[in-house]
Nanobody, 127 residues
């Protein structure tokens, strides 16, 4: 059974930093794209960042403005999201996701691409 478990969320003041982790189990994801999404209250789930098997990354620059960094450690089957200069607008539940098919190259910013999801971790940024 595949599981994605996020950790690292919490309450932080504006300007602070958090590092989210997503540990995968049940299968290896070294050949699969993995991503982070977030959902704020009353809003739709939003793409944040994704990372291919090669380490190539893409971000939602309209939202993260160069403040976030996604990375992965294939040996640990884990993906990370380093978030710096956090703003109250970053407050949301953050979800880790992974695509089932290896080397999939469709729309990697679409939630529909991802087959496995974590339960989410709350990030709250106070002003």
């Amino acid at each position: 059974q595949v599981q994605l478990v996020e950790s690292g969320g919490g309450l932080v003041q504006a300007g602070g930093s958090l590092r989210l982790s997503c540990a995968a189990s049940g299968r290896a994801f070294s050949s699969n794209v993995m991503g982070w999404f977030r959902q704020a209250p009353g809003k739709e789930r939003e793409f944040v960042a994704r990372i291919r098997w090669s380490g190539e990354t893409t971000y939602n620059e309209d939202s993260v403005h160069g403040r976030f960094t996604i990375s992965r450690d294939n040996a640990k089957n884990t993906v990370y999201l380093q978030m710096n200069s956090l703003e109250p607008e970053d407050t949301a539940v953050y979800y880790c996701a992974a695509a089932r098919r290896p080397y999939y190259s469709g729309n990697l910013s679409s939630a529909a691409t991802y087959d496995y999801w974590g339960q989410g971790t709350q990030v709250t940024v106070s002003s």
